[in-house]
T-cell receptor, first 113, second 112 residues
Framework: AQSVSQHNHHVILSEAASLELGCNYS??????LFWYVQYPGQHLQLLLK??????LVKGIKGFEAEFIKSKFSFNLRKPSVQWSDTAEYFC???????????FGSGTRLQVQP | EADIYQTPRYLVIGTGKKITLECSQT?????MYWYQQDPGMELHLIHY???????EKGDLSSESTVSRIRTEHFPLTLESARPSHTSQYLC???????????FGPGTRLTVL
């Protein structure tokens, strides 16, 4: 069965620091990859997605992620975080034949002003 | 505006009560989903629907049931709530070429 690992459960950064959140998945075939963000008290929102093509994808609010097939990874990055980036971030994977997404356990990001 | 709606947002009830969590979408999507999420944990799929009159159980076993009589409506029912059902329930829908999922705000259920 597909599994998704997010190794950082809680990350605390100061404003302007760089961010990288790890995501690894287990399925070896064709996958669609997603990062979702949940701001306090808000819906889960799509941050960015990868389906095919350029493995470096850019999302909203200055986030980007790189798909490295050989490492089964899809790490999320942002060069300079802001206090408003404080949220929970979920990596998700959909492989062929599955009906829905498989989610990681999430990373809680706390940005201190 | 296209969106996904869930009601109630918060629900505290006693053991043994029957409850229905509502989910509606104006996205025009065929596929709809229910996920369960415990605090600090990943989301687990508990129900899935391809379209009207089509529902399937998800990866996580759940005592809840769902129905899909209308495209835009996908309610979840618990016939007899128990404390073990305390969790957050998220509804989602997807459509289009890439089937990316859009989520509702969730219902936080507490069973005493």
């Amino acid at each position: 069965a597909q599994s998704v690992s997010q190794h950082n459960h809680h990350v605390i950064l100061s404003e302007a620091a760089s961010l990288e959140l790890g995501c690894n998945y287990s399925y070896g075939g064709t996958v669609n990859l997603f990062w979702y963000v949940q701001y306090p008290g808000q819906h889960l929102q799509l941050l960015l997605k990868y389906f095919s093509g350029d493995p470096l994808v850019k999302g909203i609010k200055g986030f980007e992620a790189e798909f490295i097939k050989s490492k089964f990874s899809f790490n999320l990055r942002k060069p300079s975080v802001q206090w408003s980036d404080t949220a929970e971030y979920f990596c998700a994977v959909k492989d062929t034949g599955r009906r829905a997404l498989t989610f990681g356990s999430g990373t809680r990001l706390q940005v201190q002003p | 505006e296209a969106d996904i709606y869930q009601t109630p947002r918060y629900l505290v009830i006693g053991t043994g009560k029957k409850i229905t969590l509502e989910c509606s979408q104006t996205m025009g999507h065929d596929k709809m989903y229910w996920y369960q999420q415990d605090p600090g944990m990943e989301l687990h799929l508990i129900h899935y629907s391809y379209g009207v009159n089509s529902t399937e159980k998800g990866d996580l076993s759940s005592e809840s049931t769902v129905s899909r009589i209308r495209t835009e409506h996908f309610p979840l029912t618990l016939e007899s709530a128990r404390p073990s059902h305390t969790s957050q329930y998220l509804c989602a829908s997807s459509g289009g070429a890439y089937n990316e999922q859009f989520f509702g705000p969730g219902t936080r259920l507490t069973v005493l």
